[in-house]
C-alpha cells in the first residue's frame, strides 16, 4: 500500500495553533489534581515545614491535630514509611529528625478535605534542637572551595595560556564585578501530586499523577524509593502548567503524596502552597563574578576570566555553572573560567530556565558593554571583532553559529545606528533615556528518545511518546513532525504524551525536549511509511505501527560544537525623581537553526525575555541571616513581571539552515530569550543615567542614589 501523496502544505514551519489550546481555556485540560473524577475515598495532604534554620526536631506532638475534624493521620520522621536512599537527598523526607534549612518538611498532616488537612497542619506542634546557622554568601567565605564539576557535568575549571600575565600586559583592561541574588521559578501550576495504591500487598501498583516536566524519572525514582519494579509504577504528566526546572527533577510533594496513600490506605492529593515552594523545589543560586577583559586598543581581546562564586546546600552540590557561556563566545588567546562554591544552611538551589548561562551571560555581556566603553568603541562592533572561528574552550568547528547576523539585523530593526553612544545625556522630561544591547547563547543538548506511529484504516495516524509539554506547545510541534514525516495533514495526527504507559522519553529540560522527541518521532513515521509502502492490501483493525530508538544517534559525540545565538535589545526609561526603570522596548533576534511552528516559538522567545526584564527590575529573593528564610516566598514579596511592565516586545530570527543536529534542522527556543536580556537591560540604563550599576535588580534603591551621585551635566 502505497501513501497518499501530501495534499496539504508542509505543517512545519506552519504557525498551527496549540492542539489543546481549547482545552486549556475552557478548563477541560486535566492538571495533576484535577482528576474528571476524584475517588469519593480520596484524602488530602498538608505538609508541615521547620521553622528553625538548623537543627534537630526532638518532638512531634500531634494530640490538638488528631483532634481536628476530619483528620486522619500525622506522618512524622517516626512514623512515615521507611524509604530507600534516594540518589537526591532532598526526597528523604520525614525519613529522619535532621533540619538541615528552614523550610524542610518535618510532618505531614492528612485530611477528610484540603480545609481539614491545613487546620490539621497548623496544629502540630514540633520542638526543636536549634544549631547554629550561616545562610550568607560572601566571595570570600572561609568554606568556600573548587568543586570538581559544575551543573550538568561540566568541569569547574578551564584555562587557555596565561589569563593573569595577559590581563597584566593588556592595553586596556575591565576587572568588574556582579552580583545576582537568589531567583525562584514560580510556575504558574504550584507542585502537586496525586496518588493511588491499587492491589493487593506483594502485587500492588502505584499510580500517581504528578506536575512534573519528566514522568519517567519520576517513575524511576518513586520505584526505587518503595521498592517496586518500574513496570508496576505509572506516572502521568499530560498537562503541566509550567515548570521553568523546577519540575526537571523529583520533588518532595510526590514522596510525601505516594507516603502518605500508602500510610493510609487511601488515594491522596498533594497541592503544595506557594510560600513554601521556595524552600523545597529549587531556585537559581546566587552569584558573585568577576571579569577581568584585556583588549588590544583597537578592541582586540587578548584575555578572558570569568571567576563565579555561588553557594550550595550543605545535603546536596549544585553548582551554578555560570562561567561556562564565557566559554563558547569571543575569541581570545589566553582565557580562564573557574568556579568556586559555599555550603550553607539554605535549601537546595537547582536548575531555573537556562541555569548558568542567564546568569553568566549577564555578567560577560555587562563587562563587554565596559569595556566598549573604555575604549571607545561600538558595543556590537566589539562583539563582531572578537567572533572567533572555532569554539574558543574547545577548538571545535561550529555547526552553525550566526551571532553577527542577529547583531547587524537587530540593530536595523532597533534603529541602532541612530544611538548616540554618550551615556547619561537624554532626557524626556523628568525621564533619561538610554539603549542597550547583548549577545545570547544556548547549547543545543540531545537525549536518548523512542516513540512508535500508527497508521489506521480510517486514515488517521497515531504517535505515541512520552514527552511532556510544559506549555511550551510541544505536543503541537511533534504532530507537526509526524505529518511532515508521514506526508498527510496535521489534522490526521492524533498526539499522545506525557505518561509512562508510553515510549520512553525524556524529560522537558535544557531546550532540548523537541529536538529529543522530535528525532524519534521522525525516525518512528519514517519508518511507518517504509512498511506502508510495502504493504498490501487494506490496513488491519489494529493498524499498522513502527518504532524507532534514537539512543545510538544520541549517543554519538559530535565533531561540532552546537549552539543556538542571540541578540538582545532594549530601550529604558528611568525616572529621576523615583529611580524607577521602565523598559520601553525590548527586541530579540535569534540564530536557532528551522523554526518549526512560528507562533509557538514567538510566545518562548517573549516569554524567556518577559523573564529575563524580571531578573533585571523586578525579581529577588534574599535570605534572612537571623532566621534562615527567604524574605520574599509569594507572588506579593516576589515580583514577577507583569504584561504592563513590557509596552513593546518582539521577537524575530534569522534563517539558519543546520544539517549536523537532527532530522528537523532544529536548535532549542526555550531558553535563549531569557539569556541576554538582563544585560541588554543594564547596559541601556547604563546609557540612560552615565552610571554602572553591578547588582541586580535595579530596583529604584539602587538607581536612586546612582542618580545622585552623577557628575552635574
Same mark, same amino acid.
Given at each position: 500500500?502505497?501513501?497518499?501523496?501530501?495534499?496539504?502544505?508542509?505543517?512545519? @514551519?506552519?504557525?498551527?495553533?496549540?492542539?489543546?489550546?481549547?482545552?486549556?481555556?475552557?478548563?477541560?485540560?486535566?492538571?495533576? =489534581?484535577?482528576?474528571?473524577?476524584?475517588?469519593?475515598?480520596?484524602?488530602?495532604?498538608?505538609?508541615?515545614?521547620?521553622?528553625?534554620?538548623?537543627?534537630?526536631?526532638?518532638?512531634?506532638?500531634?494530640?490538638?491535630?488528631?483532634?481536628?475534624?476530619?483528620?486522619?493521620?500525622?506522618?512524622?520522621?517516626?512514623?512515615?514509611?521507611?524509604?530507600?536512599?534516594?540518589?537526591?537527598?532532598?526526597?528523604?523526607?520525614?525519613?529522619?529528625? =535532621?533540619?538541615?534549612?528552614?523550610?524542610?518538611?518535618?510532618?505531614?498532616?492528612?485530611?477528610?478535605?484540603?480545609?481539614?488537612?491545613?487546620?490539621?497542619?497548623?496544629?502540630? +506542634?514540633?520542638?526543636?534542637? =536549634?544549631?547554629? #546557622?550561616?545562610?550568607?554568601? =560572601?566571595?570570600?567565605?572561609?568554606?568556600?572551595?573548587?568543586?570538581?564539576?559544575?551543573?550538568?557535568?561540566?568541569?569547574?575549571?578551564?584555562?587557555? @595560556?596565561?589569563?593573569?600575565?595577559?590581563?597584566?600586559?593588556?592595553?586596556?583592561?575591565?576587572?568588574?564585578?556582579? &552580583? /545576582?541574588?537568589?531567583? #525562584?521559578? #514560580?510556575?504558574?501550576?504550584?507542585?502537586?501530586?496525586?496518588?493511588?495504591?491499587?492491589?493487593?500487598?506483594?502485587?500492588?501498583?502505584?499510580?500517581?499523577?504528578?506536575?512534573?516536566?519528566?514522568?519517567?524519572?519520576?517513575?524511576?525514582?518513586?520505584?526505587? $524509593?518503595?521498592?517496586?519494579?518500574?513496570?508496576?509504577?505509572?506516572?502521568?504528566?499530560?498537562?503541566?502548567?509550567?515548570?521553568?526546572?523546577?519540575?526537571?527533577?523529583?520533588?518532595?510533594?510526590?514522596?510525601?503524596?505516594?507516603?502518605?496513600?500508602?500510610?493510609?490506605?487511601?488515594?491522596?492529593?498533594?497541592?503544595?502552597?506557594?510560600?513554601?515552594?521556595?524552600?523545597?523545589?529549587?531556585? &537559581?543560586?546566587?552569584?558573585?563574578?568577576?571579569?577581568?577583559?584585556?583588549?588590544?586598543?583597537?578592541?582586540?581581546?587578548?584575555?578572558?576570566?570569568?571567576?563565579?562564586?555561588?553557594?550550595?546546600?550543605?545535603?546536596?552540590?549544585?553548582?551554578?555553572?555560570?562561567?561556562?557561556?564565557?566559554?563558547? $563566545?569571543?575569541?581570545?588567546?589566553?582565557?580562564?573560567?573557574?568556579?568556586?562554591?559555599?555550603?550553607? +544552611?539554605?535549601?537546595?538551589?537547582?536548575? $531555573?530556565?537556562?541555569?548558568?548561562?542567564?546568569?553568566?551571560?549577564?555578567?560577560?555581556?555587562?563587562?563587554? +558593554?565596559?569595556?566598549?566603553?573604555?575604549?571607545?568603541?561600538?558595543?556590537?562592533?566589539?562583539?563582531?571583532?572578537?567572533?572567533?572561528?572555532?569554539?574558543?574552550?574547545?577548538?571545535?568547528?561550529?555547526?552553525?553559529?550566526?551571532?553577527?547576523?542577529?547583531?547587524?539585523?537587530?540593530?536595523?530593526?532597533?534603529?541602532?545606528?541612530?544611538?548616540?553612544?554618550?551615556?547619561?545625556?537624554?532626557?524626556?522630561?523628568?525621564?533619561?533615556?538610554?539603549?542597550?544591547?547583548?549577545?545570547?547563547?544556548?547549547?543545543?543538548?540531545?537525549?536518548?528518545?523512542?516513540?512508535?506511529?500508527?497508521?489506521?484504516?480510517?486514515?488517521?495516524?497515531?504517535?505515541?511518546?512520552?514527552?511532556?509539554?510544559?506549555?511550551? @506547545?510541544?505536543?503541537?510541534?511533534?504532530?507537526?513532525?509526524?505529518?511532515?514525516?508521514?506526508?498527510?495533514?496535521?489534522?490526521?495526527?492524533?498526539? #499522545?504524551?506525557?505518561?509512562? &504507559?508510553?515510549?520512553?522519553?525524556? *524529560?522537558?529540560?535544557?531546550?532540548?525536549?523537541?529536538?529529543?522527541?522530535?528525532?524519534?518521532?521522525?525516525?518512528?513515521?519514517?519508518?511507518?511509511?517504509?512498511?506502508?509502502?510495502?504493504?498490501?492490501?487494506?490496513?488491519?483493525?489494529?493498524?499498522?505501527?513502527?518504532?524507532?530508538?534514537?539512543?545510538?544517534?544520541? @549517543?554519538?559525540?559530535?565533531?561540532?560544537? &552546537?549552539?543556538?545565538?542571540?541578540?538582545?535589545?532594549?530601550?529604558?526609561?528611568?525616572?529621576?525623581?523615583?529611580?524607577?526603570?521602565?523598559?520601553?522596548?525590548?527586541?530579540?533576534?535569534?540564530?536557532?537553526?528551522? /523554526?518549526?511552528?512560528?507562533?509557538?516559538?514567538?510566545?518562548?522567545?517573549?516569554?524567556?525575555?518577559?523573564?529575563?526584564?524580571?531578573?533585571? *527590575?523586578?525579581?529577588?529573593?534574599?535570605?534572612?541571616?537571623?532566621?534562615?528564610?527567604?524574605?520574599?516566598?509569594?507572588?506579593?514579596?516576589? %515580583?514577577?513581571?507583569?504584561?504592563?511592565?513590557?509596552?513593546?516586545?518582539?521577537?524575530?530570527? !534569522?534563517?539558519?539552515?543546520?544539517?549536523?543536529?537532527?532530522?528537523?534542522?532544529?536548535?532549542?527556543?526555550?531558553? /535563549?530569550?531569557? !539569556?541576554?536580556?538582563?544585560?541588554? /537591560?543594564?547596559?541601556?540604563? %547604563? %546609557?540612560?543615567?552615565?552610571?554602572?550599576?553591578?547588582?541586580?535588580?535595579?530596583?529604584?534603591?539602587?538607581?536612586?542614589?546612582?542618580?545622585?551621585?552623577?557628575?552635574?551635566?
Amino acid at each position: 500500500m502505497r501513501p497518499t501523496a501530501p495534499t496539504t502544505a508542509p505543517a512545519l @514551519g506552519a504557525p498551527a495553533e496549540r492542539l489543546e489550546g481549547r482545552d486549556k481555556v475552557t478548563g477541560t485540560a486535566r492538571y495533576a =489534581t484535577e482528576l474528571a473524577h476524584t475517588p469519593p475515598d480520596c484524602a488530602y495532604a498538608w505538609p508541615v515545614a521547620a521553622t528553625v534554620a538548623r537543627g534537630r526536631v526532638t518532638a512531634v506532638d500531634t494530640a490538638s491535630a488528631l483532634a481536628v475534624p476530619g483528620a486522619l493521620a500525622v506522618l512524622t520522621p517516626w512514623t512515615a514509611p521507611r524509604l530507600a536512599e534516594p540518589d537526591d537527598p532532598t526526597l528523604a523526607v520525614l525519613q529522619n529528625d =535532621t533540619v538541615p534549612h528552614r523550610g524542610w518538611y518535618v510532618a505531614l498532616a492528612v485530611a477528610e478535605t484540603p480545609e481539614a488537612a491545613r487546620a490539621t497542619a497548623e496544629a502540630v +506542634d514540633v520542638t526543636y534542637a =536549634t544549631e547554629p #546557622h550561616d545562610v550568607t554568601l =560572601t566571595p570570600d567565605h572561609p568554606d568556600a572551595y573548587a568543586p570538581e564539576e559544575a551543573n550538568g557535568g561540566q568541569p569547574a575549571r578551564t584555562e587557555r @595560556g596565561d589569563a593573569d600575565a595577559a590581563f597584566d600586559a593588556a592595553p586596556v583592561r575591565v576587572d568588574v564585578t556582579y &552580583r /545576582i541574588p537568589p531567583l #525562584h521559578n #514560580h510556575p504558574m501550576e504550584p507542585h502537586a501530586a496525586y496518588a493511588r495504591w491499587d492491589g493487593a500487598t506483594g502485587g500492588e501498583h502505584l499510580t500517581v499523577y504528578d506536575s512534573s516536566q519528566g514522568a519517567g524519572p519520576v517513575r524511576s525514582v518513586l520505584a526505587r $524509593m518503595f521498592g517496586l519494579p518500574e513496570e508496576r509504577v505509572t506516572v502521568v504528566s499530560e498537562h503541566v502548567g509550567g515548570g521553568f526546572g523546577s519540575k526537571g527533577t523529583p520533588r518532595p510533594h510526590v514522596v510525601l503524596a505516594t507516603m502518605a496513600a500508602r500510610h493510609t490506605g487511601r488515594p491522596v492529593k498533594l497541592a503544595l502552597p506557594r510560600r513554601d515552594m521556595a524552600a523545597v523545589v529549587g531556585h &537559581r543560586a546566587p552569584t558573585v563574578q568577576r571579569l577581568r577583559l584585556g583588549a588590544e586598543r583597537d578592541g582586540t581581546l587578548t584575555t578572558v576570566s570569568h571567576d563565579v562564586t555561588t553557594y550550595t546546600s550543605r545535603i546536596k552540590e549544585f553548582v551554578e555553572q555560570a562561567g561556562v557561556p564565557t566559554r563558547v $563566545m569571543y575569541a581570545s588567546p589566553h582565557g580562564r573560567t573557574a568556579h568556586r562554591v559555599v555550603p550553607l +544552611d539554605v535549601p537546595s538551589p537547582s536548575w $531555573m530556565r537556562a541555569p548558568g548561562e542567564a546568569s553568566g551571560m549577564y555578567a560577560l555581556e555587562s563587562a563587554m +558593554d565596559e569595556l566598549a566603553d573604555a575604549l571607545g568603541l561600538d558595543p556590537i562592533e566589539l562583539r563582531v571583532r572578537n567572533e572567533p572561528v572555532t569554539e574558543p574552550d574547545s577548538g571545535l568547528p561550529f555547526s552553525s553559529r550566526n551571532l553577527v547576523a542577529c547583531l547587524r539585523e537587530g540593530a536595523r530593526r532597533f534603529g541602532w545606528h541612530d544611538r548616540d553612544p554618550r551615556p547619561g545625556i537624554r532626557r524626556e522630561g523628568a525621564h533619561l533615556t538610554g539603549t542597550g544591547v547583548a549577545a545570547a547563547t544556548y547549547p543545543v543538548l540531545l537525549s536518548p528518545s523512542t516513540a512508535t506511529a500508527t497508521a489506521h484504516p480510517d486514515g488517521t495516524r497515531t504517535v505515541h511518546v512520552n514527552a511532556t509539554d510544559i506549555g511550551t @506547545g510541544a505536543r503541537t510541534v511533534l504532530a507537526q513532525i509526524a505529518a511532515d514525516a508521514l506526508g498527510v495533514g496535521l489534522d490526521s495526527v492524533r498526539i #499522545h504524551i506525557g505518561s509512562t &504507559r508510553l515510549p520512553r522519553a525524556p *524529560l522537558a529540560g535544557g531546550s532540548s525536549g523537541t529536538a529529543s522527541w522530535g528525532s524519534a518521532v521522525h525516525a518512528a513515521c519514517t519508518r511507518l511509511v517504509e512498511r506502508l509502502t510495502r504493504h498490501e492490501g487494506p490496513l488491519p483493525v489494529e493498524g499498522l505501527s513502527a518504532s524507532a530508538d534514537t539512543t545510538e544517534e544520541a @549517543g554519538r559525540t559530535p565533531p561540532f560544537a &552546537r549552539h543556538a545565538f542571540g541578540a538582545h535589545f532594549a530601550e529604558v526609561g528611568v525616572d529621576t525623581g523615583t529611580g524607577e526603570v521602565r523598559v520601553r522596548r525590548l527586541l530579540g533576534v535569534y540564530a536557532a537553526g528551522r /523554526i518549526l511552528n512560528p507562533r509557538t516559538a514567538r510566545s518562548q522567545f517573549i516569554g524567556g525575555m518577559t523573564m529575563g526584564l524580571g531578573m533585571a *527590575l523586578t525579581e529577588h529573593a534574599a535570605v534572612d541571616p537571623a532566621f534562615g528564610d527567604f524574605a520574599e516566598r509569594d507572588l506579593a514579596a516576589y %515580583h514577577v513581571p507583569s504584561h504592563a511592565d513590557v509596552p513593546a516586545i518582539e521577537a524575530h530570527w !534569522v534563517d539558519e539552515e543546520d544539517s549536523r543536529l537532527n532530522p528537523m534542522g532544529s536548535k532549542g527556543i526555550g531558553e /535563549i530569550g531569557i !539569556v541576554g536580556t538582563a544585560a541588554a /537591560i543594564g547596559n541601556a540604563v %547604563h %546609557h540612560a543615567i552615565g552610571v554602572r550599576l553591578r547588582e541586580l535588580p535595579l530596583t529604584p534603591d539602587r538607581v536612586l542614589p546612582a542618580l545622585g551621585s552623577r557628575q552635574p551635566a
